[in-house]
């Protein structure tokens, strides 16, 4: 079972489309568990109409429909986090299911910044905190029975990304064919280890209480490649403009992120996929509430846009296969 943060310091690079189109593909042979952790919510806003997104910020016919209502006794102080409910996405014949974020998440970012430090003091509160995502997605992982989980947060290095990307295996990042993108990179990978190292030495001051620690993560956080998002082609060749970008992220993320010689490797071999535009595919797709890949004529797609829908598929089958043999999980059947 494999946790994957797919994260940027970025925004706009097509991150939470990407997580919401792999959770379809993977839904076609494991058992599949989304998890919102940007306060922004829109992967929640990706599944779910207003209607259904209302009904579970206000609660609803089930107990902590949303991440936030289910952290919410620890971070009031009353208890601990509680068994948060899983939303199985409509068509997805039980294969799919989804943690609800919520905007209140936000509200977790000084708590979060505060406990992280007293970690390093032993205190047994401060590390409930810390881990309380971590602890929530093993809780609905099991009780989902999921078989990998896909996490996706928000673009910035705060408190909250920093407890999310803690829950994960592996990170994977979605980056746009520009300079911030490239910025970025350095960014994460400076986070990373830095995170990586604290939570080690923290983990030698967790608290004795035996089931506290069995349940906390290991931090391990590895990176697991990159995906070019969004670029223009001409000839099946990036755009200039564009490639003047692409060509530098190999080098920087064997630097930066994988803190190894810019040398060493072949040039392109973390990346893990190169995905283009779809046209007008995403518009279709947003409003028929399914993965491009799943539109029929019956949803407004005819002529030119059918084989984009077929390459669409094609596009993420491939990525889907990569990830999957890169995060070790057992080779799909069916995608």
């Known amino acids: 079972m494999s946790t994957i943060a797919f994260f940027n310091n970025k925004g706009g690079v097509g991150k939470t489309s990407l997580v919401y189109h792999l959770s379809w593909m993977f839904s076609l042979d494991y058992r599949v568990l989304a998890v919102d952790l940007d306060p922004q919510c829109n992967l929640s806003g990706m599944f779910l109409d207003e209607r259904e997104l209302e009904e579970a910020w206000d609660g609803g016919e089930h107990n902590n429909q949303t991440i936030y209502q289910a952290i919410s006794p620890l971070k009031a102080g009353r208890g601990d986090i509680e068994q948060p409910h899983v939303h199985e996405a409509e068509g997805g014949d039980g294969e799919l299911g989804l943690l609800i974020g919520e905007t209140n998440l936000s509200l977790c970012e ?16 401060a590390f409930r905190v810390t881990s309380m995502f971590a602890r929530l997605i093993k809780k609905a992982r099991s009780k989902f029975k999921a078989d990998i989980v896909l996490v996706d ?36 990978g400076m986070s990373l280890k830095k995170w990586r190292n604290e939570w080690k030495e923290y983990m030698k001051k967790a608290p004795g209480d035996a089931e506290l620690r069995d349940d906390l993560p290991d931090g391990r956080m590895t990176p697991a490649g990159y995906l070019v998002m969004r670029h223009s082609v001409r000839l099946n060749r990036p755009t ?14 064997r630097e930066k ?79």
């Open 257 to 335: 992120v994988l803190l190894a010689p810019r040398a060493a490797g072949s040039p392109g071999e973390d990346c893990i996929a190169s995905l283009k535009d779809y046209r007008s595919l995403m518009p279709m797709a947003q409003e028929s509430r399914k993965p491009m890949f799943n539109l029929k004529p019956g949803d407004g797609v005819f002529g030119e846009n059918q084989k984009y829908v077929r390459r669409c598929y094609d596009d993420f089958k491939k990525v889907a296969k990569v990830i999957a043999s890169r995060c070790q999980l057992p080779e799909p059947r069916a995608i």
């Open 153 to 188: 947060v928000g673009p910035n290095l705060g408190a909250i990304n920093r407890a999310a990307l803690l829950s994960c295996d592996y990170v994977i990042l979605p980056l746009g064919p520009d300079m911030f993108s490239l910025q970025g990179l350095k960014n994460v």
């Open 240 to 253: 200039k403009a564009y490639a003047h970008w692409i060509e530098q992220f190999p080098a920087v993320y």
């Open 110 to 125: 000084d708590d979060l910044s505060y406990s992280w430090n007293m970690c390093g003091g032993g205190d047994e509160r």
